[in-house]
């Protein structure tokens, strides 16, 4: 019928996220031929940019960390044979993640000691637990082999440090409430409270961008880009528009023999799902999960749906395109994770400029908070773009709203909130472009139930049936696409994978 059909695969990825892609290109290096579906037209899920207002915007890709040259994610990146310095610039090092708070501002620098050196100046009886709570999240970051890309580890210490919860990792070592909340602060990009996280994948995070943030500067698509053409390269295939609709067991195989897409079917020995765990239960069918499985999968809390609102700012000049800003409402850490009703409060808000900067003094921003997808209850089932005025309004009003309340930093402070040319994205529009349930950014709850040995992982009840992806790890761009390189190991050996990728030369 056409070459998806004709062409027995090695392995075929459901979904064209960074850990699918990474996935792909992984097994590639071991000589597998591989075919990448995705449902919509653009390749890439949160990697996703979009043009309105004849400017650039990204969705879920605004910044990377461990990307110095030399660190895990450039080495995997220029391993995978992706990497592109045109694609990426580094954030502000004097400042990259600026956190307003109603008291107080702070914007962590570059570098541990720079980090260490202005928060003993801010707050100076934590001179000592300051030193020692930096020390530990690096240590704790360096404990993953898949970031020091070391094959040898130290797995009870890694238990530990899986186990362990932030909160009591901050509050073991920093007294003052302000610098708790501070430390917190990076919670927003997993969205777990720090009592329910792992301290150990926090500081995984943590140390990748203190130490080495980079910004989009062309925007996430080239990148997922980038990956597609070098799949493509290597004689793999990508193809868009094509959206899993079924995957098929003949009777009594108990594996999955036919995958069957809205471009016609396929068969492969591996197939690996990079979507959702609640989107891929329905599609087996003619075999059966293991009840425990199922029952696991359907029962996954979801993290907080996203927000977002896309325009372009006039004369902003206090706003460093070069920065990541972050508002919250209190220095409470426990306001932050409310969120329900039918117009949830705004506790916490994220804001970036366009990574390359003002052009004839108009600045293109992407802002994003935390929303309910119940306040879009009456639009459910409903289609893109044929939701209706009220629904139009709906979303320029909460845009509104989230606007105001981001121009409490001193950055934002003459940023204009009413009356805006602006797109605003809803959970409703990750649901229709992503299929997120819940219309979640970061997929599901990443608790410490479901982290370390509780981690989904990449196994499942069918036998060559594979997970990848933020549900399976941790969300973020590192996570997902570690994720991959975890699916990929699981099937041709993690070892070899991780001793190759240390082994990336640094130029001098
Ligand atoms: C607002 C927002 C901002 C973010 N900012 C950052 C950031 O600055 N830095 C960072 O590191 N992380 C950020 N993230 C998180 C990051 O984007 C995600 O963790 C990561 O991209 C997830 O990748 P993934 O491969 O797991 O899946 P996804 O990117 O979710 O990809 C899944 C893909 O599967 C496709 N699909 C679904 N069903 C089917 C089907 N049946 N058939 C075929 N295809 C299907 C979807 O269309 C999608 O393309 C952000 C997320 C959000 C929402």
Not at 93 to 107: K, L, N, Q, R, V
Not at 125 to 150: D, H, K, N
Request: some cysteine; proline content about 5%.
């Amino acid at each position: 019928m056409n070459a998806l059909s004709d062409t027995k695969w090695d392995a075929v990825l459901i979904g064209s996220g960074i850990s699918s892609l990474t996935t792909a290109l992984l097994l590639q290096k071991r000589g597998m031929k591989v075919c990448v579906l995705e449902r919509i037209q653009k390749p890439g899920g949160y990697l996703h940019s979009f043009y309105r207002f004849g400017h650039c915007y990204d969705t879920g890709a605004h910044y990377l960390g461990a990307m110095e040259p030399g660190q895990s994610f450039w080495k995997l990146l220029n391993y995978l044979g992706v990497y592109d310095e045109e694609l990426f610039v580094p954030l502000n090092p004097e400042g990259f993640d600026h956190f307003t708070f109603p008291d107080f501002e702070y914007a962590f620098p570059k570098s541990y000691e720079r980090v260490t050196n202005s928060l003993q100046t801010l707050f100076p009886s934590e001179r000592a637990g300051l030193v020692s709570f930096f020390a530990e999240i690096r240590r704790l970051a360096f404990l993953f082999p898949t970031y020091s890309m070391q094959e040898k580890y130290d797995q009870n210490a890694l238990i530990q440090a899986l186990e362990l919860p932030l909160w009591t990792l901050i509050q073991r070592h920093i007294k003052n409430p302000q610098l708790q909340a501070l430390l917190c602060a990076h919670c927003g990009l997993h969205g777990v409270h720090p009592e329910k996280v792992s301290a150990g994948l926090h500081a995984l995070m943590m140390d990748s961008f203190i130490t080495g943030s980079v910004g989009m500067k062309r925007g996430g698509q080239p990148f997922a880009n980038r990956f597609v053409r070098k799949i493509r390269e290597n004689g793999g295939t990508v193809q868009t528009e094509c959206e899993v609709l079924e995957l098929r067991s003949n009777k009594g195989s108990g594996t999955i023999d036919e995958v069957i897409t809205s471009q016609g079917s396929l068969t492969s020995n591996w197939v690996i799902s990079g979507i959702h765990p609640k989107l891929l239960l329905p599609l087996v069918q003619g075999a059966s999960w293991k009840p425990l499985f199922q029952s696991r999968i359907e029962r996954l809390e979801e993290s907080f749906g996203f927000m977002g609102a896309y325009g372009v700012a006039k004369n902003l000049d206090s706003v460093d395109p070069l920065k990541n800003y972050y508002v919250f409402g209190s220095a409470e850490v426990n306001d932050w994770f409310q969120l329900s009703g039918d117009k949830p409060k705004i506790n916490a808000a994220f804001i970036v400029g366009s990574r390359r900067g003002a052009k004839d003094d108009q600045l293109p921003y992407a802002a994003h908070w935390p929303g309910h997808i119940q306040t879009f209850e009456k639009w459910y089932g409903t289609k893109t773009a044929k939701r209706g005025q009220d629904y139009l309004n709906q979303k320029q009003e909460l845009g509104e709203e989230a606007l105001t309340f981001i121009a409490r930093s001193s950055a934002w402070r003459a940023l204009p909130t009413q009356n805006l040319q602006m797109a605003v994205s809803t959970p409703l529009t990750n649901l229709a472009y992503n299929g997120s349930p819940d219309g979640t950014g970061y997929g599901i709850l990443h608790t410490l139930d479901h982290t370390g040995m509780r981690a989904l992982g990449p196994r499942t009840s069918i036998r060559n049936l594979l997970l990848t992806g933020q549900n399976t790890l941790f969300p973020g761009l590192l996570g997902a696409s570690v994720s991959g390189l975890r699916t990929a190991g699981s099937l041709v050996g993690i070892r070899d994978f991780i001793r190759e990728i240390r082994l990336v030369e640094t130029p001098l």
